[in-house]
């Protein structure tokens, strides 16, 4: 009985304090005009990021352009704190085909702030084919973010290849 009334009382204060408590309405506030409920839900988002990174993740992939791009937006400020690098590295890496390009902004910039090394061939591919200039120089920027051996032989074989490439 204890432990209920000290869990209804969490669950009360939480509801109280105006902190969404569902990753949807978390997303909502997310995307708030108000810049102190847009802070909010990203403080909230951090500290329960266990909570809401599957639907997140899930929300990266199924969900409409609009969830799709907040979903983005969100990982992307996990980036430097994830609780899970490699799978969230694994779904911005997934999500860089999706044809709203600042999905795949977002995605680029998440995927440099990881510096995480495993997906540099998918990046060096969104630089050479995107469509979008704005893809284009992200992808090249999270190369450069990523740094390392590995992220700068593959930009030297690129400029080498074709120093005309429309990417640079």
């Known amino acids: ?28 506030d997310f995307g ?9 839900a990203e ?6 990021q266990q909570v809401h990174f599957p639907r997140l993740v899930e929300t990266l992939r199924t ?18 704190r994830s609780v899970d690098p490699k799978a969230l590295a694994q779904a911005f890496a997934d999500a860089l085909g999706d044809e709203d390009v600042d999905v ?9 702030n990881l510096r995480n090394t495993d997906h540099l061939d998918t990046i060096v591919q969104t630089l050479l084919a995107h ?17 390392g051996p590995q992220a700068t032989a593959r930009l030297s074989q690129i400029v080498t290849a074709d120093p005309q490439h429309p990417s640079y």
């Open 1 to 28: 009985m204890r432990t209920f009334c000290c869990l209804a009382i969490s669950l009360l204060a939480v509801l109280l304090s105006g902190c969404p408590t569902t990753t949807d309405a978390l997303m909502n």
């Open 32 to 40: 708030a005009d108000d810049a102190t409920t847009r802070t909010n």
């Open 43 to 48: 403080e909230t988002l951090r500290e329960r």
């Open 63 to 80: 969900g409409s352009t609009l969830q799709r791009r907040r979903a983005a937006a969100m990982l992307h400020t996990l980036a430097d």
């Open 104 to 112: 795949v902004i977002h995605c680029l910039r998440g995927l440099g």
């Open 131 to 147: 469509p979008d200039l704005a893809a284009k120089s992200t992808a090249g920027a999270a190369l450069g973010q990523i740094g």
